[in-house]
């Protein structure tokens, strides 16, 4: 039994539709007819830099629509209202941006503080350990005190300040930086400056992030 050709081939458009068309998208960000950035896809749902790119090149292909220069003798058309409405949505977009670049920079400022500050406060008991063995003659040379030295010199880049002996001894005890844990008289520190640290404190930025433990003179008896 034959079979005719055409029936297991119909032809497109006689028999019924030919084989879809592949479709092709064009995600490219630049126009290769205009050279122009292309916004990003959403309207009114992008951000408000690509709301500001797309209200400027609506603006710019109305003026260069209506802009053409007037004839010899001629006045200048006045600005449309659809010209002053785009100029006002574009100074409230720019304000917004500004407003909103602030805030993350803000933002992001204090994430890395809050970072640096968790990292340090779980330092701290290292660094005790370092003081006491620095105390003790233990960090004198070898190894280990180039290590502790290399911990010194990278937590002072972040900026912590380290309030020990060498520091406060003959500072005016101040209640909100240092923890007063004895008072006892003494007789070549004045009343009310700190006469010995038993415990170091740390200070970044202003910040106190642990107060000094200190002994404070009562002055001479």
Do not use: C, W
């Amino acid at each position: 039994m034959s079979t005719d050709r055409n029936d297991q081939h119909p032809v497109p458009g006689e028999d019924g539709p030919g084989p879809e068309e592949p479709v092709i998208r064009d995600n490219r960000r630049i126009d290769p007819e205009t050279g122009q950035a292309r916004t990003a896809a959403g309207g009114a749902d992008g951000d408000a830099l690509s709301q500001a790119e797309q209200i400027l090149d609506e603006a710019g292909a109305q003026a260069s629509a209506e802009g053409e220069a007037p004839a010899e003798g001629q006045d200048a058309p006045a600005a449309s209202d659809r010209e002053a409405e785009l100029l006002e949505d574009l100074r409230r977009l720019q304000a917004e941006y500004v407003n909103y670049k602030r805030r993350v920079d803000r933002d992001r400022a204090q994430a890395q503080d809050a970072g640096i500050l968790k990292a340090v406060s779980a330092l701290m008991p290292v660094l005790d350990d370092v003081d006491a063995a620095r105390a003790a003659g233990d960090l004198a040379d070898g190894p280990f005190a180039a290590i502790a030295a290399k911990l010194d010199t990278a937590l002072a880049g972040l900026g912590l300040e380290r309030q020990d002996q060498e520091t406060l001894a003959g500072v005016e005890f101040d209640p909100a930086v240092h923890e007063a844990v004895m008072r006892q008289p003494h007789a070549e520190v004045p009343a009310d400056h700190v006469v010995q640290v038993f415990r170091n404190g740390y200070v970044r930025d202003g910040r106190v992030l642990r107060a000094a433990q200190v002994m404070v003179s009562a002055g001479q008896d």
